[in-house]
């Protein structure tokens, strides 16, 4: 595994991979992180970059997931499937992966995300939209957030 340390508008993010491909993504520097000399890197620091500038709704970057219970990853395979600019609930992720009172369930799986902003943890919120739950913060999840919202806003409108 290999990481790097990129400067984001959230602060520091460490974004390491594999042989298979992303394989995490956490807020702050680690220790073991060196150059972004790999390709796969590469890849997935450009897809961050244009992330934040706005300018990419989809990430296109392999993922490699290797860890999770069964729970989990459905609960993160549902984290993908929120569109770009969208919010789901915490209850409505645990009914879409069977488990309707599972909603505390899912905010445990959220926090084991190992790829967050890829994997969309922050679309998802407490019921009513309220904003609860985030490993990087509040501050950080609102920001995504609002990001999203404006830029969703900004292509609706054609601006």
């Known amino acids: ?4 340390v990129i400067d984001s508008p959230i602060d520091e993010l460490s974004v390491a991979v594999d042989g298979t491909g992303v394989c995490g993504v956490h807020f702050g520097a680690v220790d073991d992180a060196g150059e972004a000399d790999d390709p796969r890197l590469d890849e997935a ?3 961050l970059r244009a992330y934040f500038a706005g300018e990419l709704t989809d990430f296109t970057v392999p993922l490699s997931v290797r860890r999770g219970s069964e729970f989990e ?3 993160w395979h549902q984290m993908t499937l929120i569109p770009y600019g969208e919010m789901r609930t915490y209850g409505e992720i645990a009914a879409a992966v069977g488990d309707p009172g599972g909603a505390r369930a899912v905010g445990v799986a959220c926090n084991r995300n190992p790829i967050p902003v890829i994997v969309p943890c922050h679309r998802i919120v407490g019921a009513g939209g309220k904003l609860v739950g985030f490993g990087g913060g509040l501050p950080r999840k609102r920001y995504l957030l609002e990001l999203e919202a404006r830029v969703a806003l900004q292509r609706s409108w054609g601006a």
């Open 73 to 75: 990853r459905a609960v």
């Open 1 to 4: 595994m290999r990481w790097v």
């Open 45 to 47: 620091i450009a897809e």
